[in-house]
């Protein structure tokens, strides 16, 4: 079955820098685009960024841009997020998805936490 194991979360300073992963199985991982999603505190899930099969193509939401890269390894089924310059609004539970036609497959998500 689909599996999706988030790591690399955690308490940063602002302006600090993280980096998550996210190791994938249960599924021909290059052959999908994965994407990076966030939930912060009283707000919905969002879409942070995502990369396509071979990391040629990648997209990024407008407030992540410039601090934040997503990729990928196809020979470690992993997908990454450097997280740069880090504010507290980058708060949030952070997770990794794949999408199935219309089924979308969710990791438990790992916590960042931006406080001084």
């Known amino acids: 079955q689909v599996q999706l194991v988030e790591s690399g979360g955690g308490l940063v300073q602002p302006g600090g820098s993280l980096r998550l992963s996210c190791a994938a199985s249960g599924f021909s991982f290059s052959f999908y685009a994965m994407s990076w999603h966030r939930q912060g505190p009283g707000k919905e899930r969002e879409l942070v960024a995502s990369?396509?099969?071979?990391?040629?193509?990648?997209n990024y939401v407008d407030s992540i841009k410039g601090r934040f890269t997503i990729s990928r390894d196809n020979t470690k089924n992993t997908v990454y997020l450097q997280m740069n310059s880090l504010q507290p609004e980058d708060t949030a539970v952070y997770y990794c998805?794949?999408?199935?036609?219309?089924?979308?497959?969710w990791g438990q998500g790992t916590q960042v936490t931006v406080s001084s």
């Open positions: 998805n794949v999408q199935s036609g219309t089924r979308g497959f």
């Open positions: 990369i396509s099969i071979a990391g040629l193509a990648t």
